[in-house]
Antibody, heavy 115, light 107 residues
């Protein structure tokens, strides 16, 4: 059974940092592109970042480029999102999603940026 | 960036109705189009990828069609569990982009 479990969300001050994790199981993690998508309260879905299975190809949305870093550990079957210089507009539920067609999503973790 | 639009933005329908949601890309994306269903408080669920290919376990009353810039998601007979918000997404070109969503609620 495919499982994606996000963790690491919480309340953080504006300008602060947070590291999200996504633990994967039930599929070949190392061969899967992985993605982060966020959803602000009451709003739609927004793609944040993607990383290829071997970490050789990485993409970011312009809104997070230079502040967020995506990474993965294929031994631990885990995906990460290091978020620095957090802004109010980064407040959202953050989801990890499997492969290029976003075939499976975790339950999400809430990040709240407060002044 | 490729802009995705959806119509309608919301609709009210009854159980058993047939509904169609339209998604349009601002430039051609071949068939790199996915559809997702999201219920309040839940994560999105993938329904269709490659414009018309079902994810495992998706009921047969859902169907997807289209290529290039124009796509549709059709629910042939609405069931109570189908009332939700539906999003399209292009994964042809980074940055990947989602449509704004179509909310389907009970008439």
């Amino acid at each position: 059974e495919v499982q994606l479990v996000e963790s690491g969300g919480g309340l953080v001050q504006r300008g602060g940092s947070l590291r999200l994790s996504c633990a994967a199981s039930g599929f070949s993690f190392s061969s899967s592109t992985m993605n982060w998508v966020r959803q602000a309260p009451g709003k739609g879905l927004v793609w944040v970042s993607s990383i290829s299975g071997s970490s050789t190809t990485i993409h970011y949305a312009d809104s997070v480029k230079g502040r967020f870093t995506i990474s993965r550990d294929n031994v631990k079957n885990s995906l990460y999102l290091q978020m620095n210089s957090l802004r109010d507009e980064d407040t959202a539920v953050y989801y990890c999603a499997r492969d290029s067609s976003f075939s499976f999503w975790g339950q999400g973790t809430l990040v709240t940026v407060s002044s | 960036d490729i802009q995705m639009t959806q119509s309608p933005s919301s609709l009210s329908a009854s159980v058993g109705d047939r509904i169609t949601i339209t998604c349009r890309a601002s430039q051609g994306i071949s068939n790199f189009l996915a559809w997702f269903q999201q219920k309040p408080g839940n994560a999105p669920k993938s329904l269709i990828y490659a414009a018309s290919t079902f994810q495992s376990g998706v009921p047969p009353n859902f169907s997807g069609n289209g290529s290039g810039t124009d796509f549709t998601l059709t629910i042939s007979s609405l069931q109570p569990e189908d009332f939700a918000t539906y999003y399209c997404q292009q994964y042809h070109t980074y940055p990947f982009t989602f449509g704004p969503g179509t909310r389907v609620d009970i008439k």
